[in-house]
């Protein structure tokens, strides 16, 4: 079972590019959320979404959006990146609202 | 808001008990996860708990008093391969967790 995929595992980024984080799980999973992590700060939410169709802001929404399309994807979608963008992120799924939450490997991102 | 306080950093040695704190301030309570995460990988799941008491779980237990919102890891037999992150997150009455900074273990030998 593949659990939770993330594309890509790193990239580089130009200041003012887009660019979108891929995340998909095979779990049936309904809620799923996003967090970026960085040295000192811990995880923080980002965006989540509790049933595919919704979506909801977390705690460091700015700059960032999200789409729930189908129950397996929830991209992630950097309009126009900053180096205050530079961070480890991580995609995660739950069968539903306060269970175990399983995450994915991480995209390790760079703006520069 | 949402306040969970753990240690930064701690040592401990090979074979040894290590115990680490968590405590939290929230505005909702649904239970309270450890995870681990060693360097570079992504977080894993630990364990949960949402009654007062202790979980036990292999060399593994966690310690949760919800009147005193406060939580423990407690680690048995430590390992080379404990040294690692440990997160503290509660899950609030909401549907996302809320993470400590986590808690930095080195086992030493």
């Known amino acids: 079972t593949a659990g939770i995929t993330q594309a890509p595992t790193s990239q580089i980024l130009a200041a003012g590019r887009s660019m979108t984080l891929r995340c998909t799980q095979d779990?049936?999973?309904?809620?799923m959320y996003w967090y970026r992590q960085d040295l000192g700060l811990g995880l923080r939410l980002i965006h989540y979404?509790?049933?595919?169709?919704?979506?909801g802001k977390g705690e460091v929404p700015d700059g960032y959006s999200v789409s729930r399309a189908n129950t397996d994807d929830f991209p992630l979608t950097l309009a126009s990146a900053v180096p205050s963008q530079t961070s480890v992120y991580f995609c995660?799924?739950?069968?539903?609202?306060?269970?175990?939450?399983?995450f994915g490997p991480g995209t390790r991102l760079t703006v520069l | 808001g949402q306040n969970i306080d753990q240690p930064t950093e701690m040592t401990a040695t090979e074979g040894a008990i290590v115990q680490i704190n968590c405590t939290y301030q929230?505005?909702?309570?649904?239970?309270l996860f450890w995870y681990q995460q060693h360097a570079g990988e992504a977080p894993t799941f630990l364990s949960y708990?949402?009654?007062?008491g202790l979980e036990e779980k292999g060399r593994f237990s966690s310690f949760l008093s919800r009147s005193k919102g406060y939580s423990y890891l407690l680690l048995k037999e430590l390992q080379m391969k404990d040294s690692a992150s440990y997160l503290c997150?509660?899950?609030?009455?909401?549907?996302?967790?809320?993470f400590g900074k986590g808690t930095s273990l080195l086992v030493t030998p």
């Open positions: 995660a799924s739950s069968a539903s609202g306060p269970d175990t939450q399983y």
């Open positions: 979404s509790n049933t595919a169709g919704t979506t």
């Open positions: 929230t505005s909702g309570f649904n239970g």
């Open positions: 779990m049936r999973h309904n809620a």
């Open positions: 708990n949402v009654l007062d």
């Open positions: 997150a509660v899950s609030d009455s909401g549907y996302a967790l809320n």
